[in-house]
């Protein structure tokens, strides 16, 4: 069994930061890939932001200049240190990891989200 778990999100004020933690546990091969996606009501849900193993980073357009996602390698976590929050950041935060559980066998895996709330 794999899990992924968030936590972090919260209520902030428009200019504002917040942190996001993500890690990754279970029957873990090898990690591909980590990241986070959003989904705010209405919308779909989109990439923000993601590492892979190779340390390649990506963001969207949307946040570069402003969020930040790092890894630890250790624990098999990721982090998105995210400043200047704007209103339109508000979403459910959705970590996702890209992983092998065996040299054949591969998925992505989906935290349960955290509620990101940007106040104007």
């Known amino acids: 069994q794999v899990q992924v778990v968030e936590s972090g999100g919260g209520l902030v004020q428009a200019g504002g930061s917040l942190s996001l933690s993500c890690a990754a546990s279970?029957?873990?091969?090898?990690?591909?890939?980590m990241g986070w996606y959003r989904q705010a009501p209405g919308k779909q849900r989109e990439l923000v932001a993601s590492?892979?193993?190779?340390?390649?980073?990506n963001y969207a357009d949307s946040v570069k200049g402003r969020f930040t996602i790092s890894r630890d390698n250790v624990n098999n976590a990721v982090y998105l240190q995210m400043n200047s929050l704007k209103p339109e950041d508000t979403a459910v935060y959705y970590c996702?990891?890209?992983?092998?559980?065996?040299?054949?066998?591969?998925?992505?895996?989906w935290g349960q989200g955290t509620q990101v709330t940007v106040s104007s």
């Open positions: 590492v892979n193993a190779g340390g390649a980073y």
């Open positions: 996702n990891a890209y992983l092998y559980t065996s040299r054949d066998r591969w998925n992505e895996y």
């Open positions: 279970g029957s873990i091969f090898r990690i591909v890939a």
